[in-house]
């Protein structure tokens, strides 16, 4: 089996991976316009899609990400930052993921996204962006230096090269 990757490669390929999730994000939002976009009333205002429909749009867009990387994580595929990066995405005995485990892993790593999620509606605080690390930096106090979704879903990334 492969070495697992170092830290600093890792953060670096999130990083890069973040960019294009947020591609995709934005390509997705202005698919979604005409149904989330405001609209003006007759006295000129404008009025925002109800909660029902901000709620979908963003159920759709976490979706459209959810397909973007079970479909990459699983089978042996790799993103374009972890080519990069030269990583790989294994389970722990060293084999590709079966596209279940790329989900648990992905919706393992919402898990700080809806933890700063919940500790903002809860309390205003602009404190809450620190929740967003929280899954990153488990990876400080793990064993085995693991990112707290792939300690979840029993993954690891790996150094290809």
Not at 53 to 74: E, K, P, Q
Request: hydrophobic residues 55%; aromatic residues 10%.
């Amino acid at each position: 089996m492969a070495a697992p990757a170092a830290l600093p490669r890792r953060l670096a390929s999130l990083v890069y991976e973040a960019l294009i999730a947020a591609a995709i994000v934005l390509i997705a939002g202005f698919a979604l316009t005409p149904v989330m976009s405001p609209v003006a009333d007759p006295g000129g205002s404008l009025v925002l899609p109800g909660f029902a429909r901000r709620v979908a749009g963003f159920v759709l867009v976490v979706t459209i990400l959810g397909g973007y990387f079970a479909y990459f994580w699983s089978g042996g595929r790799r993103t374009l930052p972890m080519k990069t990066w030269k990583l790989a995405l294994v389970d722990t005995h060293g084999g590709p993921l079966s596209v279940g485990r790329a989900i648990v892993r992905y919706v393992a790593a919402w898990s700080g996204p809806a933890g700063a999620i919940a500790w903002y509606a809860a309390t205003h605080s602009r404190a809450a962006a620190l929740a967003l690390a929280l899954p990153y930096a488990w990876a400080l106090v793990d064993r085995e230096r693991a990112f707290l979704h792939d300690r979840v879903a029993r993954t690891q990334l790996v150094s290809t090269g």
